[in-house]
């Protein structure tokens, strides 16, 4: 079956680095659509950033110019490179893919979701 799984979470100071990895198994998604939103404590699940197939990005303005978003279609893997990170960033981390290749910021229009990993931004 379709495991989408991320890793590079964790507890950092603000202004700080960290890199998060999706790694994708059971399914090849070189031509498909990958994302990454992110859930707080006591809000809805929000879009963060998407790649398209080809290499097109896009962000939500709360993250534009800090996070980058990039994809290894060759190991099926996606990235978020989030600097200067600020304590409101911290949330749950989820990756998640669709069938097909547009872009979209709602969560309904990806099919396929990791399990989250956790991001602590201390002030």
């Known amino acids: 079956q379709v495991q989408l799984v991320e890793s590079g979470g964790g507890l950092v100071q603000a202004g700080d680095s960290l890199r998060l990895s999706c790694e994708a198994s059971g399914r090849t998604f070189s031509r498909d659509a990958m994302g990454w939103f992110r859930q707080a404590p006591g809000k809805e699940r929000e879009f963060v950033a998407a790649?398209?197939?080809?290499?097109?990005?896009f962000y939500a303005d709360s993250v534009k110019g800090r996070f980058t978003i990039s994809r290894d279609n060759a190991k099926n893997t996606v990235h978020l490179q989030m600097n200067s990170l600020k304590p409101e960033d911290t949330a749950v981390y989820y990756c998640a893919a669709r069938v097909g290749a547009v872009v979209y910021s709602s969560r309904q229009d990806y099919a396929y979701w990791g399990q989250g990993t956790q991001v602590t931004v201390s002030s």
């Open positions: 790649i398209s197939w080809s290499g097109s990005t």
